[in-house]
C-alpha cells in the first residue's frame, strides 16, 4: 500500500467525538464541531507528513473533538533534527490555515463569520499546543529540549513534572475565571489523564528507548559521553545516566583504577543476562 495512502487508513475517531457530535447537532452548532474538526486533522496530517518523510513508523491519528494525537512507534532515538521538524509540523500548519482563510475570505468564497470563527478556532488550537503540557506539541518541545541537557530517562520525568504544574495553573485558571467552560473542563481533564498514563509507563518509556539501542536500528550519535561511575553502582543505575543521540563509554572505578566499559556491553548484560541490580564492577570481569 502506498505510504501516502496509509495516513488516511490510520485515522480513527474517538467514541467521544460522536457524543459531542450529537450535542452538537441538537444545539445546532455541528458547523463549528467540523470546523473544528478540520482543524485539527491538518494540524496532525501535518505531523504524520513530516513523518513519513523521514520513513517514521505511524500507528495512528486518533481525532478527538477537541484536539488530536499522532502516535508514532519511535522511541527517543531519532535525530535531534528529525523529532524537531516532526513536533513543530503541526503548529506549522496553522499558518498555512491562516493563509488559506484570508485568501478565500477575500474571494468571497467563506463569509465574514465563518472566516471570523475560523481564524478564532485555528488561534486558540495553536494556542492551547504550544502549552508545556504533555502530549501537547508545547509538552514534547520541553522534553526534547531538556534531551539536550540531560539523560533521557531524566527529561522525561522533568516534563512531566513541568506537565503536572501548568495544568495545576490552568486548572486553578479554570476554577476562578471560567468555572462553566464545559469544552476547557474536559480538555483538561483529558490532558490530566494523558499525563497521568504517561507517568505510570515513564519506566516502560525508558526501556523502549534503551531496546531500540541494544538492537542496533539505525541511530545517529552526534556526540561520545563519557559515564564515569563507582563500581558498586547497580547497572540499571547507569543506564538511567543514558543520552539520547550520544554513544557512550562507561568508565568504572575501582580502588583507584579506572576501566572502560562500552555501552552495548551493558544493554546486552541488562537485556540478555537479566543482571538488572548487579554492580557494575563486575561486568569487568565478565568481558
Known amino acids: 500500500?502506498?505510504?501516502?495512502?496509509?495516513?488516511?487508513?490510520?485515522?480513527?475517531?474517538?467514541?467521544?467525538?460522536?457524543?459531542?457530535?450529537l450535542i452538537a447537532v441538537m444545539t445546532a452548532q455541528f458547523q463549528t464541531l467540523l470546523l473544528l474538526f478540520w482543524i485539527v486533522l491538518w494540524h496532525e496530517l501535518g505531523h504524520v507528513v513530516a513523518a513519513h518523510l523521514f520513513s517514521w513508523r505511524v500507528k495512528r491519528i486518533l481525532l478527538l473533538p477537541f484536539g488530536g494525537v499522532a502516535e508514532m512507534d519511535e522511541h527517543g532515538n531519532r535525530p535531534f533534527y528529525e523529532e524537531l521538524i516532526v513536533t513543530i509540523a503541526g503548529p506549522l500548519q496553522h499558518l498555512i490555515i491562516f493563509f488559506i482563510a484570508y485568501i478565500a475570505h477575500h474571494a468571497n468564497v467563506i463569509s465574514s463569520e465563518m472566516y471570523r470563527q475560523l481564524l478564532?478556532?485555528?488561534?486558540?488550537?495553536?494556542?492551547?499546543?504550544?502549552?508545556?503540557?504533555?502530549?501537547?506539541?508545547?509538552?514534547?518541545?520541553?522534553?526534547?529540549?531538556?534531551?539536550?541537557?540531560?539523560?533521557?530517562?531524566?527529561?522525561?520525568?522533568?516534563?512531566l513534572y513541568a506537565s503536572i504544574f501548568f495544568l495545576s495553573v490552568c486548572f486553578i485558571c479554570l476554577l476562578t475565571m471560567a468555572p462553566m467552560q464545559i469544552n476547557l473542563w474536559i480538555i483538561v481533564c483529558f490532558l490530566a489523564h494523558a499525563v497521568w498514563l504517561e507517568w505510570k509507563q515513564r519506566t516502560y518509556v525508558w526501556i523502549r528507548f534503551l531496546l531500540e539501542r541494544y538492537y542496533g536500528k539505525r541511530i545517529e550519535y552526534r556526540a561520545l559521553k563519557r559515564l564515569v561511575v563507582d563500581?558498586?553502582?547497580?547497572?540499571?543505575?547507569?543506564?538511567?545516566?543514558?543520552?539520547?543521540?550520544?554513544?557512550?563509554?562507561?568508565?568504572v572505578k575501582k580502588n583507584q583504577m579506572e576501566m572502560e566499559l562500552d555501552e552495548n556491553e551493558l544493554l546486552y548484560a541488562y537485556f540478555h543476562e537479566k543482571r538488572t541490580n548487579e554492580p557494575i564492577g563486575h561486568l569487568l570481569y565478565t568481558y
Open 1 to 21: 500500500m502506498n505510504k501516502w495512502v496509509a495516513i488516511f487508513m490510520n485515522i480513527h475517531i474517538h467514541p467521544l467525538f460522536w457524543f459531542v457530535a
Open 120 to 159: 478564532e478556532y485555528n488561534l486558540s488550537i495553536l494556542l492551547i499546543n504550544l502549552l508545556p503540557i504533555w502530549p501537547l506539541d508545547g509538552g514534547k518541545l520541553l522534553f526534547l529540549y531538556r534531551t539536550m541537557r540531560t539523560s533521557f530517562r531524566r527529561a522525561h520525568e522533568q516534563a
Open 231 to 251: 563500581a558498586n553502582d547497580p547497572l540499571f543505575r547507569v543506564l538511567l545516566l543514558f543520552h539520547r543521540g550520544k554513544k557512550h563509554a562507561i568508565i
